[in-house]
C-alpha cells in the first residue's frame, strides 16, 4: 500500500506540472484520426470542470510478470488506479517478453497523447535508453531502476524494509517452532526471482530481519533464475 500510495503521488505531480502547458499543446496537435475529431468535439460540449477531469492518459507498461503477480506490478497498478477513479484514461499493456518492451514503448510514445508512459521493472531500461531520446518532449516514468534523462523520471523503492519486516516474522514463527515442516532445524530460506541487485536488497533485510529476533538461525537463499516460473518455485 505504501508503494501505491507513492506512485500515486508522482503521477500526480507528473499530471498537474503539464496541466500548465496542455492548452498550448493541443492547439498545436491536429487529430490524428476521425475517433480523435469526434472526442475533441464532445469536449467543447462538455462543461469545463468535467472535460479537464477526462483530459489527461496514462499508459502503463508491466513487467512480464503481468498484474496479478501480488508485487510490483499490482502495487504500481494500485497507484495508477487511484487516477483513473478521477477520470484520468489509464490504457494498461501486459508483455509476456522483454523484446517487447521497445516497440510497446516506442507504439504509446507515438501516439503523442500521454501525459506519462509508466514503465514497470528494470528491464525496460534498455529499451528505454533506445526509445527515450527519440522522443523528448514524452514524459517515461521508470521504476526499480534510474535513467539520467531529461525526459525521465525514475522511481526507486527501498526493497530492504519490506524484507526486513518478513525476516523478523519468519525469524520469529521459525524460533517458536510455529512453522509447519520446521523440523527443529532453526532454518528458514529465501527464493528469489533473479540473481539481481533488487532481489538481494530484498533478501539482504529479509536475513537482517531474521538475524534480529533469532541470532542462531540459518537462512538459505536461492534463485529460480526467472519471474515467471512458479512451477520451479514450488
Known amino acids: 500500500m505504501k508503494k501505491a500510495l507513492t506512485l500515486f ?8 506540472g503539464l496541466t500548465a502547458c496542455a492548452a498550448k499543446e493541443s ?11 469526434q472526442t475533441v468535439a464532445a469536449a467543447a460540449e462538455t462543461p469545463a470542470e468535467e472535460s479537464s477531469q477526462s483530459s489527461h492518459k496514462l499508459a ?6 503481468g498484474l496479478g503477480d501480488q508485487n510490483m506490478n499490482d502495487f504500481i497498478y494500485a497507484g495508477v488506479q487511484k487516477h483513473e477513479a478521477e477520470g484520468v484514461t489509464v490504457d494498461v499493456v501486459q508483455p509476456k517478453d522483454v523484446a517487447d518492451f521497445p516497440n510497446l514503448q516506442t507504439l504509446y510514445a507515438e501516439e503523442g497523447s500521454y501525459d506519462a508512459i509508466v514503465c514497470i521493472g528494470f528491464d525496460q531500461l534498455e529499451a528505454l535508453k533506445s526509445v527515450g531520446p527519440n522522443f523528448p518532449d514524452q514524459r517515461f516514468l521508470l521504476c526499480d531502476t534510474t535513467q ?15 524484507g526486513f519486516q518478513l525476516g523478523v516474522l519468519a525469524g520469529l ?5 510455529a512453522l509447519p515442516n520446521s523440523r527443529g532445524a532453526n532454518t528458514i530460506g529465501f527464493v528469489g526471482g533473479k540473481d539481481i541487485a533488487t532481489i538481494n536488497q530484498f533478501a539482504a533485510g529479509y536475513e537482517a530481519g531474521a538475524r534480529l529476533v533469532n541470532p542462531e ?7 529460480v533464475g526467472s519471474f515467471g516460473d512458479p512451477a520451479t518455485t514450488s
Open 60 to 65: 502503463v507498461i508491466t513487467g512480464t510478470g
Open 9 to 16: 503521488i508522482v503521477f500526480a505531480m507528473l499530471i498537474g
Open 217 to 223: 538461525i540459518t537462512v538459505l537463499r536461492t534463485y
Open 27 to 37: 492547439a498545436a496537435i491536429e487529430p490524428a484520426a476521425p475517433e480523435t475529431t
Open 173 to 177: 514463527v521459525e524460533k517458536d517452532g
Open 148 to 162: 539520467e534523462a531529461d525526459n525521465v523520471t525514475s522511481v526507486l523503492f527501498r526493497a530492504e524494509e519490506t
